[in-house]
C-alpha cells in the first residue's frame, strides 16, 4: 500500500478541495486522521477512495466528501462542544475531535462503539467519547451543544437534538425517505425558533431509534435516553449473541433462507462437530433440499466410501437397481449413513430428480474412493484371523483416524506387537482385492484410465493407513479433494457441489493444531487453494446433548452423553451468548470486531465416531482460530443423538425397499 499520508494530501486535494470544501480546519483535520484505521483490515487499500465502505453489523463509514461537508456546514469551530449521532466505525468523531474541544459520539451497535472507542485510545484521542446507546433523542446530560451530526437518515428532524442546541448552533441531518434525503442544515434562531438550509441530496442508512425513521414518542425516547452507556469492551459471549442470526427450528421452511447467501458459490461444505448428532444431519439436509431444488446444485459429495454412495446414487436417479455383494454402509460406523435423516434426504433427493433430465438430476458420491471402511473391515478381518495383536492394535488405531481422537494407551500398545510388517503384504492385498471388485461393479464413472491410477494410489494408502498419522491423513483428504475436482469437472462447467464431511476435514487445517503443528492439510484447505471465495466453508459446533459414537473402532454404537463444552473453548463462548440456534457469518468484512475477538486461538471440540469423555481434553479437543478455519459457523446449544436405522433386511426384500433394504 502507498504511504497513507500522501493518499490523504491526495485526497484533500482532490475530493475535498477540488469540491469546494475550504475551511482550513476542516482540511486540516481530514489531512491529520489516518482513515486506514477506522475500515475493517481487508478494506484498508481502499480506505482512501471516494466512497462509503463496509464496516460490518451492515453499516459503513462515510464518503470522506460527506464527513467534510457535514462538518464545515455545522460551523464547529475550535474549543466547541460537539454531538455526533451515528458514530459508526468513529472516523467522523474523530475528524470533530481535530477541531473541536469536546466530542461526545453515540453509536447504536455496541459491538461498533466498542471499536469505536478503541480506536479513540490507541489514536490518544482523548477528547472524543464514545456512547452506546440511540443517539436520535441526543445526550440531555452534556447539551446544550455548539454543533450536532447526525450521520443516518430519518423521516423528520429529531425534536430532542434541536432542543439541545445551544442558540445560534447548527444541527447537521440528512431527512427523507429511506432511499434518498436530504442533507438539511437546522439553525436554532432563537428558544423557539430554527431556520432550515437544505444542502441537497444524500443517501445515508436509516436512523433507528426513538426519534428515528417512524419513531417521535417522548416516552421511548426517555426511555432510550436512559439506556446510554459509555462504550465498553463488550465480552467475546455479547459480541458472538450481537452478530448471530438466530436460526428458525430445523423442521420450518425458513431454516435454509439464510443460508441461501451461499448460493452463489461453486462448493459450500458442510461440516460437523461429530459423526452421530442429529441436528447436524437435519441441518445439512435442510440446506441441501434447498440449495439443490433452488440453486442448481448437482453434486452432494459425502465422507463416506464411494461404492457404496453409488448405489444411493443410482437409487435417487432413479436407475435401475444393481445387485451388489454388501447393501450400502453396512459396516462399521453404519449409523454415520444409515440413520433416519439420511434417508428420508435421499428419498426428497428422488423426488426432486423426478421429471428432471438426466443431466440436471442431483447425484449422491463418496468421496472416499480409497474405499476406507471397507478396507479396513477388510484388514481387521484378515488380522483377526493371523494375528489377533495385531488385530488390537489396528482396532484402537482405526479409532486415530480422525486426528483427534487420539487414544493416549494406543502408541504404548503399537510397540508391544510384533508388527503389522509381516501381515502388510496380504493385508494390503485383501484391500486391493476388495477396491478392484467395487470398482467393477460401480459401472466405471470414471472408466479405465482413471480406475488403473486410483488402484495404484489407493496401494500407497492401504500401507500407510494401519500406521496413522500425517501421511495417511494427507493422502485420504488429498484425495477426497481430487474426488471433488473430478465431480465438477465431470458436471461440466457450471456444476455446483455440496460436500458432507467432518469439521475436521472442512475447517481450513492451517488455522488448526493439524495444519500448524502436525503437517497435515485437509479438503478444506485444499478446496480454498484451488477454488478462493468460489468455495463456502461452514462448521458445525453444539454445547452438550448426547450423541452417537463408540468407545473404539468396531465396537458397537451406544448414545453418550456429551459434556458442556470447557470454559476455555469456542464451544463455551457460544453457549454463553444465549442464543440457542445460530448463524454466524465469519465472512472478512461483516463482522470485523468480533472476527478479531475470535481469532486469539481456542480449544475446539471433535468428536468422531468415537467419543472417550474420560479423556476428553486430549481426546476432542484441539487449539483452532475459528474465523480462519471457516467462513461460517452454525451453532445448536443443545443436541440429540443420531437416530440409527435397524439391520438390513434379508436382501430377498430388493428392490422395493432398496436402498437401505427396509
Ligand atoms: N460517522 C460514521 C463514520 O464516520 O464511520 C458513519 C456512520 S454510518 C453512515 C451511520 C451509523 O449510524 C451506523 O453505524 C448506524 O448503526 C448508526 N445509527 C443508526 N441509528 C442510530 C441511532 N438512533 N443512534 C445511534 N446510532 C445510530
Known amino acids: 500500500m502507498t504511504d497513507p499520508s500522501e493518499l490523504r494530501h491526495e485526497m484533500v486535494e482532490r475530493q475535498l478541495k477540488a469540491r469546494g470544501i475550504g475551511d482550513p480546519h476542516v482540511l486540516a483535520a481530514m489531512g491529520?486522521?489516518?482513515?486506514?484505521?477506522?475500515?475493517?483490515?481487508?478494506?484498508?487499500?481502499?480506505?482512501?477512495?471516494?466512497?462509503?465502505?463496509?464496516?460490518?453489523?451492515?453499516?459503513?463509514?462515510?464518503?470522506?466528501?460527506?464527513?467534510?461537508?457535514?462538518?464545515?456546514?455545522?460551523?464547529?469551530?475550535p474549543g466547541a462542544c460537539v454531538l455526533e449521532v451515528g458514530a459508526g466505525s468513529g472516523y467522523a468523531a474523530a475528524v470533530i475531535g481535530r477541531i473541536a474541544g469536546r466530542v461526545f459520539a453515540i453509536e447504536r451497535h455496541p459491538a461498533l462503539a466498542a471499536e469505536a472507542a478503541r480506536r479513540m485510545a490507541d489514536l490518544?484521542?482523548?477528547?472524543?467519547?464514545?456512547?452506546?446507546?440511540?443517539?436520535?433523542?441526543?445526550?440531555p446530560a452534556e447539551a446544550p451543544f455548539d454543533a450536532i451530526v447526525v450521520a443516518a437518515g430519518g423521516d423528520k428532524v429529531p425534536e430532542p437534538l434541536k432542543r439541545q442546541l445551544a442558540i445560534g448552533a447548527r444541527l447537521v441531518v440528512p431527512v427523507g425517505g429511506e432511499a434518498l434525503q436530504s442533507l438539511l442544515c437546522v439553525t436554532r434562531t432563537g428558544e423557539e425558533e430554527w431556520s432550515e438550509a437544505d444542502l441537497g441530496a444524500v443517501r445515508f442508512v436509516p436512523l433507528i431509534g426513538a426519534f428515528g425513521r417512524n419513531g417521535g414518542r417522548w416516552e421511548d425516547g426517555e426511555r432510550a435516553a436512559s439506556n446510554h452507556r459509555p462504550a465498553r469492551e463488550l465480552t467475546l459471549a455479547e459480541c458472538i449473541a450481537e452478530a448471530a442470526e438466530p436460526l428458525p427450528e430445523i423442521d420450518d421452511p425458513a431454516f435454509a433462507d439464510p443460508f441461501e447467501r451461499f448460493a452463489d458459490r461453486r462448493i459450500v461444505l458442510l461440516g460437523e462437530a461429530s459423526h452421530g448428532t442429529h441436528e447436524f444431519y437435519q441441518a445439512r439436509a435442510a440446506i441441501t433440499r434447498r440449495l439443490v431444488e433452488r440453486h442448481?446444485?448437482?453434486?452432494?459429495?459425502?465422507?463416506?466410501?464411494?461404492?457404496?454412495?453409488?448405489?444411493?446414487?443410482?437409487?435417487?436417479?432413479?436407475?435401475?437397481?444393481?445387485p451388489t455383494r454388501h447393501p450400502p454402509f453396512e459396516r462399521f460406523p453404519t449409523w454415520m449413513w444409515r440413520n433416519t435423516e439420511i434417508?428420508?434426504?435421499?428419498?426428497?433427493?428422488?423426488?426432486?430428480?423426478?421429471?428432471?433430465?438426466?443431466?440436471?438430476?442431483?447425484?449422491f458420491h463418496g468421496l472416499d474412493i480409497y474405499n476406507m471402511a471397507g478396507s479396513i473391515e477388510a484388514v481387521l478381518a484378515y488380522l483377526d484371523e493371523h494375528d489377533a495383536e495385531a488385530a488390537r492394535v489396528a482396532r484402537a488405531r482405526y479409532g486415530c483416524l480422525t486426528p483427534w481422537q487420539a487414544d493416549p494407551a494406543t502408541y504404548g500398545r503399537a510397540a508391544l506387537t510384533r508388527g503389522y510388517a509381516e501381515c502388510e503384504e496380504a493385508a494390503v492385498a485383501e484391500c486391493r482385492e476388495l477396491l478392484d471388485r467395487a470398482l467393477r461393479e460401480d459401472g466405471g464413472m470414471f472408466g479405465a484410465a482413471m480406475n488403473a491410477r486410483l488402484i495404484a494410489s489407493a496401494e500407497k494408502?492401504?500401507?500407510?493407513?494401519?500406521?496413522?498419522?500425517?501421511?495417511?491423513?494427507?493422502?485420504?483428504?488429498?484425495?477426497?479433494?481430487?474426488?471433488?475436482?473430478?465431480?465438477?469437472?465431470?458436471?461440466?462447467?457450471?456444476?455446483?457441489?455440496?460436500?458432507?464431511?467432518?469439521?475436521?476435514?472442512?475447517?481450513d487445517a492451517r488455522a488448526t493444531e493439524m495444519g500448524q503443528v502436525r503437517g497435515e492439510h485437509n479438503i478444506g484447505q485444499l478446496v480454498r487453494e484451488r477454488w478462493g471465495e468460489q468455495a463456502a466453508l461452514i462448521g458445525f459446533g453444539t454445547h452438550t446433548g448426547t450423541v452417537t459414537a463408540a468407545d473404539d473402532w468396531d465396537s458397537p454404537r451406544k448414545v453418550k452423553r456429551v459434556l458442556p463444552g470447557r470454559a476455555d473453548s469456542y464451544e463455551r463462548q457460544c453457549?454463553?451468548?444465549?442464543?440457542?440456534?445460530?448463524?454466524?457469518?465469519?465472512?472478512p468484512g461483516r463482522h470485523?470486531?468480533?472476527?478479531?475477538?475470535?481469532?486469539?486461538?481456542?480449544?475446539?471440540?471433535?468428536?468422531?465416531?468415537?467419543?472417550?469423555?474420560?479423556?476428553e481434553r486430549w481426546s476432542h479437543y484441539s487449539t483452532c482460530v475459528l474465523p480462519e478455519q471457516f467462513d461460517a459457523f452454525v451453532w445448536f446449544d443443545e443436541t440429540r443423538a443420531l437416530e440409527p436405522l435397524g439391520p438390513p433386511e434379508p436382501r430377498s426384500g430388493l428392490p422395493e425397499t432398496y436402498p437401505f433394504g427396509l
Not at 47 to 65: K, M, V
Request: glycine content about 10%; hydrophobic content about 40%; proline content about 6%.
Open 343 to 363: 434417508d428420508r434426504l435421499i428419498h426428497a433427493l428422488r423426488a426432486i430428480n423426478e421429471g428432471r433430465e438426466p443431466e440436471r438430476m442431483v447425484g
Open 124 to 139: 490518544g484521542y482523548g477528547n472524543v467519547t464514545v456512547i452506546a446507546g440511540d443517539g436520535s433523542v441526543g445526550l
Open 592 to 615: 470485523e470486531a468480533l472476527r478479531r475477538r475470535l481469532a486469539e486461538p481456542r480449544l475446539e471440540r471433535f468428536i468422531g465416531v468415537i467419543y472417550r469423555p474420560e479423556t
Open 575 to 587: 453457549h454463553d451468548s444465549g442464543v440457542a440456534r445460530f448463524l454466524l457469518d465469519l465472512t
Open 296 to 322: 442448481g446444485f448437482t453434486i452432494v459429495a459425502v465422507e463416506a466410501d464411494w461404492p457404496d454412495a453409488m448405489a444411493i446414487d443410482r437409487y435417487i436417479r432413479q436407475e435401475p437397481f444393481r
Open 461 to 507: 494408502y492401504y500401507r500407510v493407513m494401519y500406521y496413522g498419522g500425517a501421511e495417511s491423513w494427507n493422502l485420504r483428504d488429498s484425495h477426497m479433494a481430487e474426488t471433488l475436482e473430478h465431480l465438477l469437472e465431470h458436471g461440466g462447467p457450471e456444476a455446483k457441489a455440496l460436500v458432507w464431511a467432518h469439521n475436521s476435514h472442512i475447517g
Open 32 to 77: 491529520e486522521v489516518p482513515r486506514e484505521r477506522f475500515v475493517p483490515e481487508p478494506m484498508r487499500e481502499f480506505a482512501y477512495e471516494d466512497g462509503p465502505l463496509p464496516i460490518g453489523e451492515a453499516q459503513t463509514i462515510s464518503q470522506p466528501y460527506i464527513v467534510a461537508l457535514m462538518i464545515e456546514a455545522a460551523g464547529i469551530e
